[in-house]
């Protein structure tokens, strides 16, 4: 195991877009695990939590806006995953949020 100056002087070293990136798949991948789209049916997911995959999305679509501009070619397949999170989120509620009103859209605009 290194030790924490090692671990500075490690991320020291990845440019900031790397760091913005990974964090972005981090939130994506755990968001797609609460909305339950690792198992066969997302429904019946041992793992669907809407309310965790609201605070996921909502922490990637701020992530996202505000750091669109230094993304670069990374933006749009970001922006793409974050949208069907958006929609599947939609689609995985009961009682669907009203447009505008899902998660993150405050930052991104309605996604229908």
Known sequence: MSNPSETVRELAEIPAVEVISRAAVMLMSSAAEKLGLADDDPQAS???????????????AGLITASVEYLGPHAGPLREGLQALQRAFRESS?????????????YTGPVY
């Open 94 to 106: 009961a009682h669907p949020d009203a447009p505008g009103t899902g998660p993150g859209e405050k």
């Open 46 to 60: 041992p793992h669907l939590d809407l309310d965790e995959a609201r605070r996921l999305i909502t922490a990637l």
